[in-house]
């Protein structure tokens, strides 16, 4: 990406593009929230991504995420037979619909990686999470972030919208 440590330890952006995913091979690392941000950032991406990850996301159970994903346009299909693991193939359309109920059984990474990608997908969306109990641990975690960044969103009960313009911050 675009992010890099200065002398300071300090995170900054360097100008440019950001990620492409399209027939690309991400690694995701260990932690489920790294899998979910990455394959949220990627659904703004037409075409195919596989992830790969270490152990620890070869052997946790992802396949809720899979039920996840046809709310934005997406698939997801995991690439060991009987496995709910990494790796997987997601097939992104980047056709989003101006609002999607999220499901109950989302896992709160998931919730908050859609919170935070959400901003770069460049749509105006809403998403709602009134179903899923995770979704009020997910606002606290996602929102202060969106807030600081500078995001402009709308929060009406229990649901969020964007208005589809990139974030400057």
Not at 38 to 60: D, E, I, M, Y
Not at 80 to 86: E, F, R, T, W, Y
Not at 154 to 163: K, M, N, Y
Request: glycine share 10%; proline share 8%.
């Amino acid at each position: 990406g675009r992010l890099a440590w200065d002398a300071q330890g300090l995170i900054t952006g360097r100008a440019g593009d950001g990620l492409r995913f399209a027939d690309k091979v991400v690694y995701a690392g260990e932690d489920p929230l790294h899998f979910y941000l990455l394959s949220a950032l990627a659904l703004a991406s037409p075409g195919k991504v596989k992830f790969t990850g270490g152990s620890g996301l070869k052997l946790a159970d992802l396949s809720v995420w899979r039920n996840t994903l046809p709310a934005f346009g997406a698939r997801q299909a995991h690439l060991v037979p009987k496995s709910n693991g990494l790796p997987v193939h997601i097939e992104c359309s980047a056709m989003f619909p101006d609002s999607v109920d999220l499901p109950a059984a989302t896992p709160q990474d998931g919730l908050v990686a859609l919170l935070l990608a959400a901003p770069f997908w460049e749509t105006p969306i809403k998403l709602n999470g009134a179903a899923n109990p995770a979704w009020a641990t997910a606002l606290a975690e996602a929102l202060p972030v969106l807030k600081s960044c500078g995001v402009i969103f709308s929060q009406t009960g229990d649901v969020i919208q964007f208005d589809g313009k990139k974030p400057t911050g």
